[in-house]
């Protein structure tokens, strides 16, 4: 079964730095998505991108984070200085069309913060 | 925006069973509602999901109810095992690429 696959599955980072994290969503979807989990909390949502550009973000998704598709199999989201409260697990999601397919997480890429 | 509650936050059962977990909503014009299982350090995983011109859909132990006039929807369990223990999440979305917003979770435990 196809999986959407993230890496790192781990990244430490020093306060005030650039962070990649990267993600290769199932290959006939359309639809990407990026989610937040901070420890032993829910899930969050952070954007949606569709046809290479934003449908939807919400109040997290600040000035500080973006999203890239940079080829035809990569999905990406940089947070451009990160603070100590951007460590969370980062999940990214796809499904095939926006109208109530499954979206399809990945394993995820722990970020934690120093 | 969208609003989901979901209860209760922890709920542990005997082996065998069974086990609800409830979810509210707040917008209406919310129409797809997915259900995640969630294990230790892992990703969420699609267990059951239904849409809103449906009440009820089932899959072998699993099966989730929807009230629409209501906004309310419920996920069952029964003749659990060991290995549904888990944590559960509820979401609602809507038309369009739409996010998904996520309730609380309820961590089941299942008890031998």
């Known amino acids: 079964e196809p999986e959407v696959t993230q890496t790192p599955s781990h990244q430490v980072t020093q306060m005030g730095q650039e962070v990649i994290l990267r993600c290769v969503p199932i290959s006939n979807h359309l639809y990407f998505y990026w989610y937040r989990q901070i420890l032993g909390q829910k899930v969050e949502f952070l954007v949606s991108?569709?046809?290479?550009?934003?449908?939807?973000k919400s109040e997290i998704f600040d000035d500080q984070f973006s999203v890239e598709r940079p080829d035809g199999s990569n999905f990406t989201l940089k947070i451009r200085s990160t603070k100590l409260e951007d460590s969370a697990m980062y999940f990214c999601?796809?499904?095939?069309?926006?109208?109530?397919?499954?979206?399809?997480f990945g394993d995820g890429t722990r970020l934690s913060i120093l | 925006g969208e609003n989901v509650e979901q209860h209760p936050s922890t709920l542990s059962v005997q082996e065998g069973d069974s086990a609800v977990i409830k979810c509210t909503y707040s917008?209406?014009?919310?129409?797809?509602f997915p259900w995640y299982k969630q294990e230790l350090g892992k990703r969420p995983q699609l267990i059951i999901d239904?849409?809103?011109?449906?009440g009820e859909k089932k899959d072998q132990r699993i099966a989730v109810t929807l009230n629409k006039t209501a906004k309310h929807f419920s996920l069952h369990i029964t003749e659990t095992q060991p290995e549904d223990s888990a944590v559960y999440f509820c979401a609602a979305g809507g038309y369009g690429a739409q996010k998904l917003v996520f309730g609380q979770g309820t961590r089941l435990t299942i008890n031998p």
């Open positions: 917008d209406s014009a919310s129409n797809y």
């Open positions: 999601a796809s499904s095939a069309d926006s109208f109530n397919q499954p979206q399809h």
């Open positions: 239904i849409r809103s011109n449906v």
């Open positions: 991108f569709y046809n290479n550009e934003i449908s939807e």
